[in-house]
């Protein structure tokens, strides 16, 4: 539980959560929804809202990551799939394996290298706030870093994010951005939710 922060990625974006995952404890499976509300950040500029684009092409496909970790949570193995069975071979292998307490070596394998981890892919993720919302010390690393503009492997990640809110925010079905109604959330709206601006300095409300 908490948020975390990708902080050696080098894709566009920046900070992930749980929200709105499930988990199957008999399995030791944890699902998340790809392109779901208030589960990821996106950075602003030409290349998030692309990535934006493809994660909310992923939602409406019905797509979802399964996080399947071994009996003690240390390690998980990441297949994607779409259409809630269909699976996505991506060229890639994804898994996860806990360094301590509050960090992920979230490592990729290309399928021309199986058994060499990218390390322009690779990244550790790190938790900036647990589960009860208490900052943790990486908070402050990650916003030290994000105002010096520190580049990630030759990314500079801006303040500002994008991240999906809940439906009512914008037009075409939440597709378009607009303000955020997740204060006066309401079932009965449409499935597909807003895409907004969000600074990540208010990471902790």
């Known amino acids: 539980k908490g ?8 894709a566009p974006e920046l900070l992930a959560t749980f929200e709105g995952s ?6 030791n499976t944890v699902t998340f ?12 500029g030409t290349a998030g809202w692309i990535y934006w684009a493809f994660l909310r092409l992923s939602y409406l496909l019905c797509s979802k990551l399964y996080f399947r970790f071994d009996p ?17 071979p991506m060229g890639m292998t994804w898994t996860m394996e806990q360094i301590d307490e509050n960090s992920w070596d979230r490592n990729i394998y290309f399928c021309w290298s199986p058994d060499s981890k990218s390390k322009k892919g ?11 919302g208490n900052e943790l010390p990486a908070l402050q690393e990650m916003m030290m870093g994000i105002e010096q503009r520190t580049k990630v492997k030759g ?7 994008i991240i999906n809110g809940w439906p009512g925010g914008g037009g075409c079905c939440g597709l378009l951005p607009g303000p955020d109604g997740w204060r006066n959330h309401d079932n009965s709206g449409c499935s597909s939710e807003s895409g907004s601006s ?3 300095s208010d990471s902790s409300d």
Do not use: H
């Not at 499930?22 to 399995?27: A, G, I, Q, T």
């Open 122 to 132: 690779s990244y550790i993720l790190r938790r900036v706030i647990d589960g009860s």
């Open 155 to 161: 990314t500079q990640k801006p303040m500002q994010q």
């Open 198 to 200: 969000w600074e990540s």
């Open 72 to 88: 003690e949570y240390t390690s998980a193995d990441m297949p994607l799939y779409m259409c809630n069975c269909v699976w996505m």
């Open 33 to 44: 929804i790809s392109g779901a509300p208030l589960n990821w950040s996106y950075s602003t």
């Open 3 to 10: 948020v975390f922060w990708m902080s050696t990625n080098a």
């Open 22 to 27: 499930e988990f199957d404890p008999e399995s």
